[in-house]
């Protein structure tokens, strides 16, 4: 199949002589990369792989799409999308085409070198750094890493005015290459100021029985049972093999199988030797060369939880990049989504990894659309939004929007049966919110006085995708200290404080702007618009919560406590998961997007609303839960029956 076509017939004759034009900036690098120097000049005659980001048409309207296929009382409620209504819908307008090709003809770029991906979204032209920096009155320079990989990038690029309304972005540009980081953090099982292995409930040497005393110390160890108590988790999954549930890591993030079977042995004995469905995507695979809790702490905890709490729903394990590059988010999407792969550089070169890269890493064919996307997925990892430009993170949020929320068909433009069948389900994204309160990844905040992000800085710092309106965004809750398991719960301020807070980057949805309005206006007056977007037009986060302290988590044969908004998320999601699994069963298709659904009224009884507790950082307290949604633990933790019985209720 082709993936590209040549764009013959949209071009005048090449001219001669290039052209001048007004330039304006297009896009400026907001904070310097963490750990790259840059080292030199690129050298003239580099040829730059240069894809231009076509404006999409239509995306204004994106979210009333969106409510009108999510909203149960909507006449469109679960009307299908297809590959081809996606592109249709999607693509860009000739007149953009036709601008931006002009503008690279009239600037000397012959018009035999210009290629239109298939979806037409981006144009792409292999040119000199010379053309290039040209095209873009910027210069371009080598960095490098301490592990001797280098990459290039430009401060900032410009391009003409009358062009720049056709131009979503432009790369490898200003775009700077960081894996995500994951949400778990730990505090040692037996650590100093706490019980030793050996004296403790949770023994590694031998199962335990769990006894009624257990519950009873929930507040300073989470367990399955605790979970189950908590938000009242009654349910044995019958739709086992219609359902699906899927869980994303990063390699070299990798679970270890003697721990999955070590954690199963005292909680659930019945799941020894269990283990996830593999799905590799671009060489994702386990790895044992590396091991320690930053190597297994993530996934282990992940699916010890995931799996223990939809037992026996099988848990399915999207294992994304290879041990060399590791991955993006967008690698993970390309292997759900074969339209967002088949941009041919929808990935952005510079930030995402380019597979297939050759020995010793990964040397297959990348992963494109080869895996249907389970009903409910759950992403323990995330950037700060200020790591992406405006427009990488925008093209990528889209991609939620459009793919995971509206039922449309994924796979390739040749579709078959099967794909049609595969297609008709709409899936639900859980991103985890955050572990820093309001400052972002490593406690950092952006330093208004250098742009840079800095431990002194003053700027709220949101993460991403759990700032993205399209996804839906899981903060952390913990029982408090000497609390029962049946008191209400706070936001969490052991180890952790719950992501929350107002993107830089995203309009409110309107599926939010009741509940955040009626918070901005009573609750935030001690912040200026300095320190985050205060103008109620921003997207805020998180729209849910679960708890997020103490977890017990068998990591290299040993339990450990574990904290994060990366355990919320996978629980959460859980829960989804089962309710999907009740509505399969009576023959209804699965949820979807929730966001849309759970901000209305009549979903009040499905949350306890958390009303104590803030999400500090960047110098502050941070926000404060509070009655109603707050940007610390959004609607509340879920109360499992009631959220059952309202989504049972939906067509
Ligand atoms: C650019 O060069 C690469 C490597 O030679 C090639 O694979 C690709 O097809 C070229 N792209 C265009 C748009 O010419
Ligand atoms: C990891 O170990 C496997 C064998 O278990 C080996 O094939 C692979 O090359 C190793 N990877 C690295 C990065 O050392
Ligand atoms: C706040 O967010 C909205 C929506 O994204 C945006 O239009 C507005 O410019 C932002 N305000 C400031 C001061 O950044």
Redesign the pocket.
Known sequence: MRSSLILLCLLGSALSAPQSFTHVVHERRTAEPMDWVSSRRLERDFMVPMRIGLTQNNLHSLGDMLMAVSQPDSPDYGNHWTATDLVKTFAPSTETIDEVSKWLVESGIARDRLHLSLDQGWIQVNATAVEVEELLKTEYYVFTHPSGQEQISCSDYSVPDHVQSHIDLIIPTVHFSSRPTTMAHRKRYGGVGSPDVKNGPFRSDQAITLEKSDLQNCDKYITLDCLRVLYGIKYKPRATRRNSFGIVEFTPQSYIPSDLDLFFKNFVPNLVGSRPKLESIDGGMLQFNMTGFDYNGESNLDLEYAMGLVNPQKVTLLQTGDEIVGASFNTWLDAVDGTYCTHKGGDDPNFDPVYPHGPPGYTGPKACGIIKPPHVISISYGYNEVDLTRKYAQRQCNEYGKVFSKPIITGMFSLTTSMLQLGLMGSSVFYSSGDNGVAGNGNQCVNPSTGQLDPKGTVFTPSFPGGCPWVTSVGATQINPGSSVYAPESACEQVIFSGGG???????PDYQCEQVDHYLKKHTSQYT?AQF???G???AFPDVAANGANYVVAINGEFYLVYGTSASSPVFASMISMINDARIHMGRKPVGFINPMIYSHKFKSAFNDITTGNNPGCGTQGFSATKGWDPVTGLGTPRFQQLLEMFKRLP
């Open positions: 107002f993107s830089n980057y995203f309009s409110i618009s977007n205060n103008s037009s921003a997207r």
